[in-house]
C-alpha cells in the first residue's frame, strides 16, 4: 500500500483481560494499555513521538470492541473479555483520532481513541 504512513502489525492473543494502565519501562516498542469497555477506551488519549515504535496493549472488560485510528492504518478486533495487541510508527504529526469499529451496543458511537503524535 502506497499510502501507509505506519507500519502495523496486529497480533491477537488469547489470554485474559488485564486491568493494568499506563506505560511499561524497558527496551523495545513503548507499551501502552488500554482498556476498551462500554462506552469508552481508558485511557481515552495517549501522545507518542513521531518515528516512535509503540504497542497498544488492548483489552476488553467486557463485549467485543475495535480500534480504528483510518490516519493511522491502525485496525484490530479485539474479542470479548480478551487482549490484543497493535503495534504502529507513526511518521507523522498530528492528531489522529480513533473510534470503535465494532458496533457494541448504544454508546457504541461516543467510543473515541485519540493518537497525538508529536516532533
Ligand atoms: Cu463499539
Known amino acids: 500500500m502506497n499510502c501507509c504512513r505506519t507500519m502495523v502489525v496486529l497480533t491477537i492473543l488469547l489470554a485474559s483481560s488485564a486491568a493494568m494502565l499506563g506505560d511499561k519501562a524497558g527496551s523495545g516498542p513503548r507499551r501502552v494499555d488500554v482498556v476498551a469497555g462500554r462506552w469508552e477506551f481508558v485511557p481515552s488519549e495517549i501522545t507518542v ?4 515504535q509503540v504497542t497498544l496493549i ?7 470492541h475495535s480500534l480504528v485510528v483510518k490516519r493511522l492504518n491502525i485496525s484490530a478486533e479485539i474479542p470479548k473479555q480478551s487482549t490484543a495487541e497493535i503495534s504502529f510508527k507513526a511518521d507523522a504529526v498530528g492528531s489522529f483520532e480513533g473510534r470503535c469499529g465494532h458496533f457494541c451496543g448504544a454508546g457504541h458511537e461516543s467510543m473515541r ?7
Open 113 to 119: 481513541f485519540v493518537i497525538r503524535v508529536a516532533e
Open 58 to 64: 488492548m483489552h476488553t472488560r467486557d463485549v467485543a
Open 49 to 52: 513521538k513521531k518515528g516512535e
